[in-house]
């Protein structure tokens, strides 16, 4: 053996520099490597993942606006309904209210005209009642009275207030 002066043999170095290194490149391409790209290959798909999550986030965010701009139409359609119901209401209670007003006014009218019938029929009936009373108290003083004086004197004055009125 070839010793050197502080024991230090070359030849054992290289030899374990040489198994290092075999051992190095041995470790390197079986597990290194392999981890390496698994590493790699994960970081991918979570990288993928994170950018599918991301536009399918995007794609919700357009959905969400877009069920926004929808609901507010209809919402914006139900309140253009709800006016125009209630401007169909108004005008049908309008008309109900004229329809009401014009059957007050004939109820009105009738009223009138059944109370100028009413006055008519009772003045009717007081000429009548006056004729008669007058032609009783007519009889009445030609039977008790013979003179026909009295008789025409009634006569003309009954035949002067006829004329008056």
Same mark, same amino acid.
């Given at each position: 053996?070839?010793? *050197?002066?502080?024991?230090?043999?070359?030849?054992?170095?290289?030899?374990?520099?040489?198994?290092?290194? *075999?051992?190095?490149?041995?470790?390197?391409?079986?597990?290194?490597?392999?981890?390496?790209?698994?590493?790699?290959?994960r970081i991918a798909y979570y990288?993928?993942?994170?950018?599918?999550?991301?536009?399918?986030?995007?794609?919700?965010? =357009?959905? $969400?606006?877009d069920c926004r701009k929808k609901?507010?139409?209809?919402?914006?359609?139900?309140?253009?309904?709800?006016?125009?119901?209630?401007?169909?209401?108004?005008?049908?209670?309008?008309?109900?209210?004229?329809?009401? $007003? =014009?059957?007050?006014?004939? *109820?009105?009218?009738?009223? $009138?005209a059944e109370a100028e019938r009413?006055?008519?029929? *009772?003045?009717?009936?007081?000429?009548?009642?006056?004729?008669?009373?007058?032609?009783?108290?007519? =009889?009445?003083?030609?039977?008790?009275?013979?003179?026909?004086?009295?008789?025409?004197?009634?006569?003309?004055?009954?035949?002067?207030?006829?004329?008056?009125?």
């Amino acid at each position: 053996m070839n010793n *050197i002066p502080l024991n230090i043999d070359f030849q054992q170095i290289f030899l374990h520099l040489l198994n290092f290194t *075999i051992l190095t490149a041995g470790l390197y391409f079986l597990l290194y490597k392999p981890v390496k790209d698994f590493m790699d290959k994960r970081i991918a798909y979570y990288r993928d993942m994170d950018q599918a999550a991301e536009t399918k986030l995007s794609e919700a965010e =357009e959905y $969400r606006d877009d069920c926004r701009k929808k609901q507010q139409g209809i919402e914006e359609k139900l309140m253009e309904q709800e006016e125009e119901a209630a401007r169909k209401r108004l005008q049908a209670d309008e008309a109900e209210l004229q329809k009401a $007003r =014009e059957q007050a006014d004939k *109820i009105i009218q009738d009223a $009138r005209a059944e109370a100028e019938r009413e006055h008519e029929k *009772i003045l009717e009936n007081a000429r009548k009642e006056a004729a008669d009373m007058v032609t009783v108290a007519v =009889e009445k003083l030609l039977l008790e009275s013979a003179d026909s004086e009295v008789f025409d004197q009634f006569l003309s004055s009954a035949e002067g207030s006829v004329g008056d009125e």
